[in-house]
């Protein structure tokens, strides 16, 4: 643990512990391009941050940790990249499976899976058949994921399995995140201000937390800075004071 680590620690309060955080990992390819790298060695850089993050993410409390890994979006980028990420996350699930265990980390594929290669799915399988036990904290991992198919894949479930009643509640059930909470807090790297179709249902009453870090840059005490900025936030939910 690093001196600032052990600083910020001291400041969070174990009483106000975050449910749910998910985040926008952002900025891998600036990372590469700012040192002359091909985008692919900001990408890989980039996933490896999982190794640190997660386990972090566990260490602070945090039960549930969406990952946006890839857009419905990013199908517009070109081929090589798109093929190389792919490789590059099955790699990481083939390596990473004993950490996972360790770590207690139940690893949860969301999104459209069904349009990815199929090696990465049958990876993806596994590793969520291997790790679906684990109860110390949960991994979204939002590949081929959108907000707008999450919530059109819902809406063709209700209409499958035709629920006596429709409400915001039941709805959500439908969605991927089925069950959980919503986040508490959406971080995002690299400094952009927008959503990019991440979590639209899930992100209704949710902190945001912008930071110029790139991507591969984000270590253990940005995500702990990151929650002591949220914990000094008042959420009102439309709400006054009294
Ligand atoms: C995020 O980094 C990873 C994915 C979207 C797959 P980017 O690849 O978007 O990096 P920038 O935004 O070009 O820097
Ligand atoms: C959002 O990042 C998607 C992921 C991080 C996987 P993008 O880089 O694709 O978003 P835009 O295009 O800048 O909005
Ligand atoms: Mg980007």
Not at 213 to 240: H, M, N, S, T, V
């Amino acid at each position: 643990m690093t001196r600032r680590e052990k600083e910020l620690l001291s400041k969070l309060d174990k009483s106000r512990i975050l449910e749910h955080v998910a985040i926008i990992m952002d900025g891998n390819g600036r990372w590469a391009k700012r040192r002359g790298l091909p985008r692919m060695a900001g990408h890989r850089r980039g996933i490896a941050r999982l190794r640190k993050i997660v386990p972090a993410a566990k260490d602070y409390g945090i039960k549930i940790l969406t990952l946006f890994a890839f857009s419905t979006e990013n199908w517009n980028r070109p081929k090589r990249e798109i093929r190389g990420l792919f490789k590059t996350l099955e790699r990481y699930l083939k390596d990473e499976v004993g950490e996972l265990m360790k770590n207690d980390t139940y690893l949860h594929p969301i999104g459209r899976l069904e349009r990815l290669p199929s090696s990465l799915q049958r990876e993806l399988s596994r590793v969520e058949r291997i790790t679906r036990n684990n109860k110390g904290i949960i991994l979204n991992l939002a590949l081929n994921y959108g907000g707008r198919s999450d919530i059109v894949d819902a809406v063709k479930k209700i209409i499958a399995n035709r629920p006596k009643k429709i409400d915001e509640e039941t709805f959500s059930k439908y969605l991927y995140t089925s069950g959980q909470p919503d986040p508490d807090l959406l971080i995002r790297t690299s400094g952009e201000m927008r959503i990019s179709n991440f979590l639209l249902w899930q992100l209704a009453y949710t902190e945001i937390y912008v930071t110029p870090i790139l991507w591969p840059d984000f270590k253990r005490e940005d995500l702990l800075q990151a929650i002591l900025d949220y914990q000094k936030r008042e959420r009102r939910f439309g709400r006054i004071e009294e």
